[in-house]
């Protein structure tokens, strides 16, 4: 384990008050999004019962979500990330999710209230989707080989078996509670129109005088939701520890426990809770399941056990329990297993003599000592293969690896805790104390939290090699495809990557996804580009082909968004569309955009003038990259005559290069129905640019490693014939993940709120030579509109940087269509915030 990045809070010069008892939480989501709580306001310092929220990218940007009137006793996402669940002491329930898809601003959307009761346990339910990764078949190149979807179903069903969203709440004194939320998204009442007087007539009606303008939009109040509960045992206990798995079969497997048991009667107990549905109402069900005594395994041997935290191994379909104790000689780990166990039977009763009577029981397997006591545990949450891993957080700020099963120790490392001290004034010695903490999905980071409500994220490079897997960049490129499949997010993965093994990485995993079937392509076509656009945006060198790709993916949705736009003129044929007559006719080597015109049918590719009037800074972008492309063309080309071979360059992708021929047939015909929506030029007179563009393009499309010298030729002349704009691209991103990471010294140390220097990275984003034009202007990354140099309000993205702007200018339901297409995240697979410059 290496300490990645700690992030503090400025040292506040008044002393604060004592929260060496306080409760924090931390939990990461699975699209590592980190949410927490704090004592204190990190902004100004005052003392409450605050949750925040940022990303692992940009842990300095910090985004409040709500200060609770009571103390926060548990923090919980749902699977898909969507929704945090803030529960308190008080028994109150609020679900929070992102406004307006905006990372910084928050709602609070739903609420349950349970009153006078402590949550101590919160899970959502279960949707029923698990995809397994095969590990018998980890060599396999098919996707559907390696991985496999597991039957498991959801843990409310609706009629015809679809899932329920909700969540399930256990409280300190015994209770379950069960609550579903409603399928539809709440929203905000719509404005109630002005009434109008009635009419004069003409004559005598004086001149109207201005409507008043639209009355601001009603705040979102939540909606209360509707509870269900029932006792957990035969008889409610008080509990101070309990743990939630998610059966196959749709069950919750409980654990819970009260370590204000004397430590003879110290008992575990389980329980198994059906949560039905029925006439638009939930019913809970719940049985109990073997316990046992703690004083049965390693607690027979210490006089003074506490109890301090239960932890089932997977979060999923389980029958293995973690059990972490603390006593006055140390910390103690210990694993207990569900066994089937097997008791003789007296010979009375025995109906044959080789009859037994067989039980499940739980039994000890292995425990883990420490001198020092423990503060908080948790486990891997995905079971990739056969193995896991727990991790631990100790009170002498020592954080250990255990292996799932033998918990022998895998990794270790030590939480240094460091201040930033100002020198003009008097500061305040503040104590420290690790808290909680969480495991990112992938497992390859861990997120600590402390409490003063300072972060510290370790990364794990070699744990897989250390528990018995191979850390090799098959394996890696074993879970980026898991990601592909699954939809996880994999930025953990990214910030343990050896930036050394990038291109290898990149390399097998293309090899894998190309021998793919054509259907299987095509469904991950998308996550596929943007993986390989991320992984080489962290190599110093694959900045250039970064650019490529993300150009390759804008191209591919244009080309998608245009397609769409055309409708045959025959409805009785069902062949074949526009598109698939247009990728058909480009298959031969025309060379004249012209000549191609003739074998297609006008008909089928007429669009409404308005239409093609709103996608015009579309075209120009089209025509902007392939400008580009055959400008940048002799470049590539060594000293030697041969072409260079530096990994991925969009000028050698044929299916690149004829996506742009057909966009540019497409814009052709266009151009005929709409001269205005035609891309603009600063060209030399006499010279149809759009012509020139698809010929040059179609002697490289057939023939893309080797150009021939007059193609190269043409392509030098073309700076001297027409203005090569510069296609834009985010010179100037601060965050984690950055190419500047591997010649830091780490861990790197960073403070809330303040944007760290050592992180930021400007790209080689020169203009091109021979009379090109760039411009230092904001250009919005959805419309490839210019912004200005300092827009007021923006939407930024948390991990590359894109920028777009905040109100939607569309009036074309085309317009809008691709707008709304990136309106809940960037094309990296980030997401948006809200960046103000006023």
């Known amino acids: 384990l290496d300490l990645l990045f700690s992030t503090h809070k400025k040292v506040p010069t008044v002393p604060p008050i004592d929260t060496s008892n306080s409760r924090n939480f931390v939990t990461v989501s699975s699209c590592n999004i980190i949410a927490f709580t704090s004592n204190f306001?990190?902004?100004?310092?005052?003392?409450?019962?605050?949750?925040?929220?940022?990303?692992?990218?940009?842990?300095?940007?910090?985004?409040?979500?709500?200060?609770?009137?009571?103390?926060?006793?548990?923090?919980?996402?749902?699977?898909?990330?969507?929704?945090?669940?803030?529960?308190?002491?008080?028994?109150?329930?609020?679900i929070w999710m992102q406004k307006d898809n905006f990372l910084s601003e928050w709602t609070h959307v739903y609420t349950a209230n349970f009153p006078g009761e402590c949550i101590i346990k919160a899970v959502f339910f279960h949707n029923g989707r698990k995809i397994s990764f095969n590990s018998d078949k980890k060599e396999a190149s098919s996707y559907s080989d390696k991985f496999q979807k597991?039957?498991?179903?959801?843990?409310?069903?609706?009629?015809?078996?679809?899932?329920?969203?909700?969540?399930?709440?256990?409280?300190?004194?015994?209770?379950?509670?069960?609550?579903?939320?409603?399928?539809?998204?709440?929203?905000?009442?719509?404005?109630?129109?002005?009434?109008?007087?009635?009419?004069?007539?003409?004559?005598?009606?004086?001149?109207?005088?201005?409507?008043?303008?639209?009355?601001?939009?009603?705040?979102?109040?939540?909606?209360?939701?509707?509870?269900?509960?029932?006792?957990?045992?035969?008889?409610?206990?008080?509990?101070?520890?309990?743990?939630?798995?998610?059966?196959?079969?749709?069950?919750?497997?409980?654990?819970?426990?009260?370590?204000?048991c004397?430590?003879?009667?110290?008992?575990?107990?389980?329980?198994?809770?059906?949560?039905?549905?029925s006439d638009e109402k939930l019913s809970i069900t719940s049985h109990s399941l073997p316990s046992f005594f703690l004083n049965e395994g390693i607690g027979r041997d210490l006089p003074d056990l506490d109890l301090l935290k239960l932890k089932w191994t997977f979060q999923e379909d389980t029958d293995t329990l973690i059990v972490a104790l603390n006593s006055s000689i140390g910390g103690f780990i210990e694993v207990w297993a569900l066994v089937e166990k097997s008791t003789p039977i007296h010979k009375l009763f025995q109906a044959n003599k080789s009859e037994v009577f067989k039980a499940f029981?739980?039994?000890?397997?292995?425990?883990?000592?420490?001198?020092?006591?423990?503060?908080?545990?948790?486990?891997?949450?995905?079971?990739?293969?056969?193995?896991?891993?727990?991790s631990v957080v100790m009170a002498d700020n020592s954080v250990f690896c255990l292996h799932r099963d033998t918990l022998n120790k895998a990794a270790a490392a030590s939480l240094?805790?460091?201040?930033?001290?100002?020198?003009?004034?008097?500061?305040?010695?503040?104590?420290?104390?690790?808290?909680?903490?969480?495991?990112?999905?992938?497992?390859?980071?861990?997120?600590?939290?402390?409490?003063?409500?300072?972060?510290?994220?370790?990364?794990s490079n070699n744990l897989p090699e250390q528990l018995g897997m191979p850390s090799t960049i098959q394996h890696t490129v074993s879970l980026l495809e898991y990601c592909i499949v699954a939809g996880y997010d994999y930025l953990d993965i990214l910030l343990a990557i050896r930036s050394s093994t990038i291109d290898n990485i990149v390399e097998r995993l293309s090899e894998n996804f190309n021998r793919q079937v054509n259907p299987i392509q095509q469904f991950y076509y998308v996550n596929f580009l943007t993986m390989k656009t991320n992984?080489?945006?962290?190599?110093?060198?694959?900045?250039?082909?970064?650019?490529?790709?993300?150009?390759?993916?804008?191209?591919?949705?244009?080309?998608?968004?245009?397609?769409?736009?055309?409708?045959?003129?025959?409805?009785?044929?069902?062949?074949?569309?526009?598109?698939?007559?247009?990728?058909?006719?480009?298959?031969?080597?025309?060379?004249?955009?012209?000549?191609?015109?003739?074998?297609?049918?006008?008909?089928?590719?007429?669009?409404?003038?308005?239409?093609?009037?709103?996608?015009?800074?579309?075209?120009?972008?089209?025509?902007?990259?392939?400008?580009?492309?055959?400008?940048?063309?002799?470049?590539?080309?060594?000293?030697?005559?041969?072409?260079?071979?530096t990994g991925y360059e969009i000028s050698h992708d044929v299916v690149a290069l004829n996506s742009i021929r057909e966009l540019l047939v497409m814009i052709r015909i266009w151009g005929l129905l709409k001269e205005q929506c035609l891309p603009i030029f600063?060209?030399?007179?006499?010279?149809?640019?759009?012509?020139?563009?698809?010929?040059?393009?179609?002697?490289?499309?057939?023939?893309?490693?080797?150009?021939?010298?007059?193609?190269?030729?043409?392509?030098?002349l073309l700076p001297s014939q027409v203005m090569i704009?510069?296609?834009?691209?985010?010179?100037?991103?601060?965050?984690?993940?950055?190419?500047?990471?591997?010649?830091?010294?780490?861990?790197?140390?960073?403070?809330?709120?303040?944007?760290?220097?050592?992180?930021?990275?400007?790209?080689?984003?020169?203009?091109?030579?021979?009379?090109?034009?760039?411009?230092?202007?904001?250009?919005?990354?959805?419309r490839h509109l210019q912004l200005g140099k300092m827009p007021p309000v923006l939407r930024k993205c948390c991990r590359c940087g894109a920028a777009t702007a905040m109100n939607s200018v569309a009036r074309t339901a085309a317009m809008k269509a691709w707008e709304q297409r990136w309106s809940s995240g960037c094309r990296c697979g980030g997401f948006w915030r809200l960046q103000s410059y006023v």
């Open 262 to 277: 004397q430590n003879q009667t110290l008992i575990v107990q389980c329980f198994r809770v059906v949560v039905t549905k």
């Open 361 to 390: 029981v739980w039994t000890p397997q292995s425990h883990f000592r420490y001198s020092s006591k423990i503060l908080n545990i948790c486990t891997s949450k995905l079971q990739l293969g056969s193995s896991g891993y727990i």
């Open 535 to 645: 992984l080489y945006r962290l190599s110093p060198s694959g900045q250039s082909k970064s650019q490529d790709l993300a150009c390759l993916l804008m191209l591919h949705s244009i080309l998608i968004a245009f397609k769409s736009l055309l409708r045959p003129s025959d409805l009785t044929c069902h062949d074949k569309g526009p598109a698939e007559y247009l990728a058909m006719g480009l298959s031969e080597s025309n060379t004249d955009v012209d000549k191609v015109l003739l074998n297609l049918e006008a008909k089928d590719f007429t669009v409404e003038p308005s239409t093609l009037q709103s996608l015009q800074q579309l075209i120009q972008w089209v025509s902007d990259l392939a400008l580009n492309i055959l400008a940048r063309l002799p470049e590539t080309r060594t000293s030697g005559g041969n072409m260079k071979n």
């Open 682 to 716: 600063a060209r030399a007179d006499n010279l149809d640019i759009l012509s020139t563009l698809f010929r040059l393009l179609t002697r490289l499309a057939f023939n893309p490693n080797e150009p021939d010298d007059m193609l190269l030729d043409e392509c030098c």
């Open 725 to 782: 704009p510069q296609m834009p691209f985010v010179s100037m991103r601060v965050c984690v993940a950055s190419p500047l990471l591997v010649n830091l010294n780490l861990p790197l140390y960073f403070e809330y709120n303040v944007e760290p220097e050592c992180l930021k990275f400007s790209a080689d984003n020169a203009p091109m030579e021979n009379g090109g034009l760039s411009s230092d202007s904001v250009v919005d990354s959805v």
């Open 41 to 94: 306001d990190l902004t100004t310092g005052a003392y409450g019962y605050h949750c925040y929220i940022c990303d692992i990218n940009t842990p300095w940007n910090i985004y409040k979500v709500t200060s609770n009137k009571y103390p926060i006793s548990i923090l919980a996402w749902d699977f898909l990330g969507k929704h945090l669940l803030v529960g308190d002491t008080f028994g109150s329930i609020c």
């Open 416 to 459: 240094t805790v460091t201040h930033r001290m100002d020198e003009n004034s008097k500061q305040v010695k503040l104590s420290s104390t690790p808290r909680d903490i969480d495991a990112s999905w992938m497992g390859h980071l861990l997120v600590c939290l402390d409490n003063l409500g300072q972060l510290f994220v370790f990364k």
């Open 150 to 260: 597991v039957k498991f179903f959801p843990s409310v069903r609706q009629f015809g078996g679809v899932p329920t969203e909700g969540f399930l709440v256990i409280t300190a004194s015994g209770l379950i509670g069960a609550v579903a939320i409603p399928p539809e998204q709440p929203t905000a009442p719509p404005p109630v129109a002005p009434v109008n007087p009635p009419a004069q007539p003409a004559t005598t009606q004086p001149q109207a005088p201005p409507l008043p303008p639209p009355p601001p939009p009603a705040p979102l109040t939540p909606h209360i939701l509707a509870t269900v509960t029932e006792s957990l045992g035969l008889t409610r206990n008080f509990y101070t520890t309990a743990d939630v798995c998610y059966g196959k079969n749709g069950q919750f497997l409980i654990a819970a426990s009260n370590n204000e």
